[in-house]
């Protein structure tokens, strides 16, 4: 199939615009009141697009947090792994807890439990590269000698994730700067690192 | 008020069937398509006599997922902190990877993001308590001189349970007891325990 560039750059204005559209629904309504009629509306789309590209509303909003996260959350290399991970945690539990991502997100993990692929698309999409992604990480500091070469490098990152979840679903207060760096400060002596 | 032996019995075996029912149906119909008609016509009560103990089906179905809990998860003290954590933990993971226990917490932990009274009655009647249980438990080790007594024990709860809760809303296969140990075993470590 030819497509034409400006075919192209309306689809990809169409798909900013779903997206968008898809956030400030979340915020105005709360997730539970988001339908893909109100999306294709505000985005000015229709719904026919939207179904097209995302077979649920619920997949509009996962493409939307992960974007978000992913700019928010890089793993970046100073060759310091502590003030990587930290860099790393922080901007994760401040999207989470930032209107509309939170909200958006909480809605995504509670209809995952009912959507099966939801659910697949959950962890293809955003989990599994973004643990992946941090293994990584972990990984170069492991080359770099920062970290045991036995260490448990999935087991860090459920370590180091599984506390933002938890605050996370509970809705307890999102942890500060002080406490994610008690906490990764916290897993890195776990994996015998800087001993 | 005066209420006559036989009353009371009649009130906790009304309590009773109200739980039970709550769970059966969440199994049979999925936490989503319970109702609090539903649950009083299975155990033979008024919907009346629901809404005076209960404000929500929520409620409901976390007063039986919470007597489950702590059925399942004591805080046994037989001198080795590693070996009680484990058998604490690995009591919380079977019961929230089983049927109906799992999927109603699934559920409840839902309806928490947009049910502010539900949210604080988790708080308050199942986390609160269990926090402070865990935290009671690690404190006694602090007292046998296993654990630092500087260690931060609030933090070490979350590290224990956070992982625990992650896969349980990601709906990742549920820790088995060879991961459950390691946990366990980095959580101490990353406190400075048995060093």
Redesign the interface.
């Known amino acids: 199939m030819i497509t034409s560039p400006s075919s192209l750059r309306r689809s990809e204005r169409s798909r900013r615009a779903t997206l968008d559209a898809a956030l400030e629904l979340c915020t105005e309504k ?3 009141r988001v339908t893909v009629e109100a999306i294709a509306a505000r985005a000015g789309v229709s719904k026919k697009t939207i179904y097209r590209w995302w077979p649920s509303k619920g997949a509009v909003l996962l493409e939307a947090f992960t974007e978000a996260l992913v700019g928010a959350t890089p793993f970046v290399d100073t060759g310091d792994i502590a003030a990587d991970l930290r860099t790393h945690i922080n901007g994760a539990v401040r999207l989470m807890s930032t209107a509309p991502y939170g ?1 958006a997100y ?2 995504i ?2 209809e ?3 959507d099966d692929d939801l ?1 697949a698309a ?2 293809d999409q955003l ?1 599994g590269p973004r643990v992946e992604g941090a293994v990584a990480r972990l990984r170069g500091a492991q080359e770099q000698g920062q970290i045991p070469e036995t260490a ?1 490098l999935p ?1 860090a990152v ?2 180091l ?7 996370h ?4 207060p999102a942890q500060d700067e002080a ?1 994610v760096a ?2 990764v400060a ?2 890195l ?4 690192a800087g001993e």
């Open positions: 709360g997730y539970g909200p909480a809605g993990l509670s995952m439990h009912h659910a959950v962890r989990v448990d087991l459920e370590m994730y599984g506390p933002v979840y938890y605050r679903v509970l809705r307890k406490t008690s906490l916290h897993v002596r776990s994996l015998g």
